[in-house]
Structures are given as C-alpha cells and as structure tokens.
C-alpha cells in the first residue's frame, strides 16, 4: 500500500522533544520527506533523505525511520513550530510523484 | 532568487475547465537537474500532488487525476501550466506550484519540492 498514516494532532510543551511519527509500507524502502505548513502559508520542506535538512532550518529538526514508521523529531520545541506537518513517500516507479501524508497539527503550549 | 507565482482565474464554473500558469522567475525553467510540478489543497485539508513536469515536455500525474489533468511548459517565456477539465466543486482548493529537485540516494531516485509559490485560491461555483 502507498498510503500514509499520521496522527492528526500532537501538543508539546514549549521547550519540550516532540515525535511526529508517519506510518507506510513505502517507508521501508523509500526515504520519506518532512514539510512544514503555516496557516495561510506554502508548505516549508524542513527533512529529506535519510535526515538531511535544507539549507535555514534549524538543527532541532531531526528525521529518522524504523520499519513502516517515520519521525520527525523536534528537540526543543518553539512557539514558532506550531504548525501542521506533511510526511511524503514516492511510488515504485522511479519517476517523479509524490504522495502525501494526511498531516499532523502541532500545538506547543 | 528563484521565485514561483501562480496565476489564473480565481472562479471556475462547474464542468468547465480550471487553467493555471506558474511563472518561474530568477531562474531558468530549462535547468537539467529540476522538475517543476503542481499540489492543491482542498479548504482545511491536507496536500494532494496534481503533477509534474520537466523542461522537455516529460510528464508524470496523479493516478486518480490523470484522466483530466495536463501540465504543459513554455520554455520560451519560463512558464508551466496546469489544465483540470470538468470540475466539481471538489476541485475547489489553494493551488500551488513547486520546483522538485531531483536526488538519488541509495540507488533511488527522489524528486524534492524545495520552492514554492505562495498559491492561489480556485472555487469551483456557478
């Protein structure tokens, strides 16, 4: 199956270490990817790869992977992080395609 | 500074057909390494990949859109657009444009949305 299972919300104390965990098969042969999304906002990819972050976002993004189960891990949570969070995966193909977890909304209180 | 911006329509009626232009600018569209595609999101829901392109023509969709989607590019002007016939007021959404970048890592190729344009709103309503 190519589907993505994310928790639909997740709260953490400011200061705090933070789990976002996204569940697929795919995730045991593909990388997955992290995007971050502000209200009113485009999505931000914040992880890619094996855990690689583009160039601005802060070290406190970490991403890893254990069988079907991906995390983005945010040590040190901010009010700045509150967001909601997109995990992806690709199809079998090799070809560019995109599939989308159903996203995790953020609160830190 | 590589900069996207959609633009089209903010209205389409139902049935008709939904027509989108990303222009690319601080950059050319015809860089080798990138892929240029489109994402929506339907009002307070999640992301849904529509398509992607590349300089040449390439195209790869969405399995559960490919019937009435076509993406096309413009090289000479540095421009790609997106097409979505007979839509529904399930079309209704924020439309965005994105560059891929394309990678390979542990012999898999993966293609990365690293820039994005700010979206633009399409209600789909007589």
């Known amino acids: 199956s190519s589907e993505l299972t994310q928790d639909p919300a997740v709260s953490v104390a400011l200061g705090q270490t933070v789990r976002i965990t996204c569940q697929g098969d795919s995730l045991r042969r593909y990388y997955t990817s992290w995007y971050q999304q502000k209200p009113g906002q485009a999505p931000v990819l914040v992880i890619y790869g094996k855990n690689t972050r583009p160039s601005g976002i802060p070290d406190r993004f970490s991403g890893s992977t254990s069988g079907s189960t991906a995390s983005l891990s945010i040590t040190g949570a901010q009010a700045d992080d509150e967001a909601d969070y997109f995990c992806?995966?690709?199809?079998?193909?090799?070809?560019?395609?995109?599939?989308f977890g159903g996203g995790t909304k953020l609160t830190v209180l | 500074q590589l900069q996207l911006q959609e633009s089209g329509p903010g209205l389409v009626k139902p049935s008709e057909t939904l027509s989108l232009t990303c222009t690319v600018s601080g950059g050319s569209i015809s860089s080798g390494n990138y892929y240029w595609g489109w994402v929506r999101q339907p009002p307070g829901k999640g992301l849904e990949w529509i398509g992607t392109?590349?300089?040449?023509?390439?195209?790869y969709y969405n399995p559960s859109l490919k019937s009435r989607v076509t993406i096309s590019v413009d090289t000479s002007k540095n421009q790609f657009s997106l097409k979505l016939t007979s839509v529904t007021a399930a079309d209704t959404a924020v439309y965005y444009c994105?560059?891929?970048?394309?990678?390979?890592?542990?012999?898999?190729?993966?293609?990365?949305?690293?820039?994005w344009g700010k979206g633009t709103t399409v209600t789909v309503s007589s």
């Open positions: 994105a560059r891929h970048f394309k990678i390979q890592l542990t012999g898999n190729y993966y293609y990365y949305m690293d820039v």
């Open positions: 992806t995966s690709r199809d079998t193909s090799g070809n560019p395609s995109v599939i």
């Open positions: 392109i590349y300089y040449s023509g390439n195209t």
